[in-house]
T-cell receptor, first 115, second 112 residues
Framework: DAGVTQSPTHLIKTRGQQVTLRCSPK?????VSWYQQALGQGPQFIFQ???????QRGNFPDRFSGHQFPNYSSELNVNALLLGDSALYLC??????????????FGPGTRLTVL | SQQGEEDPQALSIQEGENATMNCSYK?????LQWYRQNSGRGLVHLIL?????REKHSGRLRVTLDTSKKSSSLLITASRAADTASYFC????????????FGSGTRLLVRP
């Protein structure tokens, strides 16, 4: 049973560019959440997708957008990259029928470096 | 902003010793979870404790929760070198049930 997968593993971009990160949830999961983790910090919630809709959003600017596809996979898009966007981006999945924040399964992350 | 704060920020112990990490949070919660992260990779779920529970065990892990003090502790008994990792507590909140709010983590080093 495949767990949560993310691609790419590493990515280097320059300021002002746009980036797309991808996530495939664990089998049987239909809810995907995205987190940003700066070096030495805990992850911060970006948003969550359920039934192809953004269900909740954290305190991130509109430059951060997402999408969920009918097969439950998800993309995170970041426009007009800033140096401060350099971080590990984590995707987490969970079954939508579980209320609230019961156990989320995390992928290995995508390390984004903005130069 | 981060809800939880772990204490200590870093901990170094000898293999076989016990490791205790503490977490404090600010708002009312439905549950609190502990995660482990190895070398900046993905997070692994360790244990979940609900607001109506006071203590929970899983293998060598023991978690306590004191909702009156808004605090939790994670005890790892008989530590091993493989336990070397960062440990994070994460909570939901009564008014925002879909997101996990993480603390800044405790970096644990278990020396062989």
């Amino acid at each position: 049973d495949a767990g949560v997968t993310q691609s790419p593993t590493h990515l280097i971009k320059t300021r002002g560019q746009q980036v797309t990160l991808r996530c495939s949830p664990k089998s049987g999961h239909d809810t995907v959440s995205w987190y940003q983790q700066a070096l030495g910090q805990g992850p911060q919630f970006i948003f969550q997708y359920y039934e192809e809709e953004e269900r909740q959003r954290g305190n991130f600017p509109d430059r951060f957008s997402g999408h969920q596809f009918p097969n439950y996979s998800s993309e995170l898009n970041v426009n007009a990259l800033l140096l401060g966007d350099s971080a590990l981006y984590l995707c987490a999945s969970s079954p939508g029928w579980i209320a609230g924040t019961d156990t989320q399964y995390f992928g290995p992350g995508t390390r984004l470096t903005v130069l | 902003s981060q809800q939880g704060e772990e204490d200590p920020q870093a901990l170094s112990i000898q293999e076989g010793e016990n490791a205790t990490m503490n977490c404090s949070y600010k708002t009312s919660i439905n549950n609190l979870q502990w995660y482990r992260q190895n070398s900046g990779r993905g997070l692994v779920h360790l244990i979940l404790i609900r607001s109506n529970e006071r203590e929970k065990h899983s293998g060598r892990l023991r978690v306590t929760l004191d909702t009156s003090k808004k605090s939790s502790s994670l005890l790892i008994t008989a530590s091993r070198a493989a336990d070397t990792a960062s440990y994070f507590c994460a909570t939901d909140s009564m008014d925002s049930s879909y997101k996990l709010i993480f603390g800044s983590g405790t970096r644990l080093l278990v020396r062989p």
